[in-house]
């Protein structure tokens, strides 16, 4: 399985029987720090899903807190199957004694399927939790708001990158999800001066979108052929795929997106089309530069001077692609690799 071939440090199985924890902790890489990165609960259909998805996960936090400068590894922890409500507080609990025996490798926080209140659980038997009560991830505005403006940033390096200026006067961009990150964003871009395409499934967003901002609704099948500039997927992975490559009319994908790219080979045909890529893991770091700051004790503010350096990174790797003559997807890769190599 991957775990060989992947180099992962480790992966522990975890089961408890009074609570009913089943659960999965992969270490993939500490050499830049301690593992960080958030506790999934899901209903997978197989234990191998849950071990795909731990790995997978667990490496996408070590390249993304790697890239970004920060002094953190990649970790997971995935808890099996949605589970009685009443064993809650038992199972969280259960997870923060394992978590605190690993002394300090591993920090877990929120994600899919999990709540501030269960890291107050955890938060009961080990410190090594992030997005409790109070913290500055709790209520997931400020990561969302961080993870924005990132985006933002992103975006502008994007444009001056292609268009040798990152101003956002005549150019369109096409937002796909208008939730808590792609909403931000739309603002703001509309601040900036662009225009504005949108789409989500839920059409009072669409058409909130359209009172707030000016902006043009599509409906969600439409929004990746849209006449655009930067396509920016603010809603689901996979998005570049097989089937919706060929229809892209814009010049730079770049969105708040997890792993935008169905498949790796996907950054190459995005390359071949002329169309930029900004590598989803490095311009959707706000939140976890958020965490970081929360770990270190640093405030709002700081974080918000950390998410600037966004741009900066991703003009870099934008350099190395450009002088490497490859797909913008593999010389964020590469890079990663090489901060790791570092002796
Ligand atoms: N929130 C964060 O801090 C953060 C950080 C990094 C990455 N991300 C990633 O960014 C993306 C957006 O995050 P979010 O927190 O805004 O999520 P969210 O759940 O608040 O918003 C997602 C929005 O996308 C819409 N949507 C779903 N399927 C769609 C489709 N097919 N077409 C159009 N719209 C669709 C939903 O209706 C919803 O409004 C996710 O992929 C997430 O993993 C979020």
Redesign the pocket.
């Known amino acids: 399985m991957e775990v060989w071939k992947e180099h992962f440090e480790q992966l522990i199985f975890l089961q408890d029987q009074p609570s009913g924890l089943k659960a999965i902790i992969a270490i993939h890489n500490t050499k830049l720090g301690a593992a960080l990165g958030g506790c999934r609960m899901w209903h997978y259909a197989s234990e191998e899903d849950a071990v795909r998805d731990a790995l997978r996960l667990a490496k996408g936090m070590t390249y993304k807190s790697a890239i970004s400068g920060l002094p953190y590894g990649g970790g997971k922890a995935v808890i099996l199957g949605p589970p009685d409500q009443r064993k809650h507080e038992l199972l969280f609990r259960a997870l923060g004694r394992y978590i605190e025996s690993l002394q300090g490798r591993y920090i877990t926080g929120m994600d899919l399927g999990t709540s501030v209140a269960d890291m107050d659980w955890i938060r009961l038997e080990t410190t090594y939790v992030t997005d409790t009560t109070g913290s500055l991830g709790a209520t ?1 505005d400020l ?2 708001a ?2 924005a403006y990132g985006v933002y940033l992103g975006i502008r390096a994007s444009l001056k990158r292609v268009f040798g200026t990152e101003t956002f006067i005549h150019r369109t961009v096409a937002v ?8 931000q964003l739309c603002r703001y871009l509309k601040r900036s001066g662009a225009k504005l395409v949108v ?4 059409p009072s ?1 669409r058409n909130q979108a359209v009172k707030d901002f000016g902006a043009h609704a599509l409906r ?1 099948d439409e ?1 990746v052929e849209a006449a655009c500039d930067v396509f920016s ?5 996979g998005i570049i795929n097989d089937l919706t490559l060929p229809r892209l009319r814009c010049r730079i994908v770049a ?4 792993n935008q790219l169905a498949e790796k080979r996907h950054g190459h045909q995005l390359h071949k089309l002329g169309i930029l890529y900004a590598p ?1 893991y490095i311009i ?5 530069i ?1 965490t970081s700051c929360e770990l270190n004790g640093s405030d709002a503010a700081f974080a918000n001077k950390q998410v600037e350096n966004i741009y900066r990174t991703l003009t870099n790797v934008f350099d190395y692609a450009g002088r490497k003559r490859i797909p913008t997807s593999e010389a964020a890769d590469e890079r990663t690799e090489q901060l790791l190599a570092a002796p």
């Open positions: 997931g990561t969302a961080m993870t796909q999800g208008l939730g808590k990150v792609g909403y789409s989500d499934v839920n967003r969600p929004i997927p603010c809603a689901l992975g969105g708040a997106a997890n989803d959707n770091a706000g939140g976890i958020v």
